[in-house]
């Protein structure tokens, strides 16, 4: 009769200590990141390179926008991060110390800025 005792006490212990695991295990909460990758007629950019890093934590993830232009990082650690985008033809963009807080979703519309030089009037002065 003993162990019977002592076979529910451990069954109730058991069950109160997974019940304490998987609440503490939902509190730890997470972010999310999402936007567009625009030109600078706000036309949206597809295929740009987009690198979220928390070097912190040793953290990176990277997406290729598609052809809508956008990109979407979930379920990230909290922190600071680094967002880098990348394309052919356009100058690297890129932002630091992006907080993002937990249970915060976060929203960054990049505007990428042309590599190639203004295009040049034939005649100095005068407008083309």
């Known amino acids: ?24 295990w939902a509190q730890t909460g997470t972010t999310s990141l999402h936007g567009k990758v625009l030109d600078s007629t706000r036309a949206v950019v597809e295929g740009a390179g987009v690198t979220l890093a928390n070097q912190a934590q040793g953290f990176s993830r990277r997406a290729t926008t598609p052809t809508a232009g956008e990109f979407e ?3 990230l650690p909290p922190g600071t991060y680094v967002l880098t985008v990348e394309q052919a033809g ?3 963009y890129e932002q630091t110390n992006l907080q993002l807080l937990v249970n915060v979703p ?5 505007v990428l800025r042309s590599a190639l030089p203004p295009p040049r009037s034939k005649f100095p002065g005068r407008l083309q």
């Open 1 to 24: 009769m003993g162990s019977s005792i002592e076979n529910r006490l451990f069954f109730l212990f058991l069950i109160c200590f997974l019940l304490s695991i998987s609440s503490a």
């Open 73 to 75: 990082f979930l379920a």
């Open 90 to 92: 356009f100058k690297k």
């Open 106 to 110: 976060t929203s960054v519309n990049v």
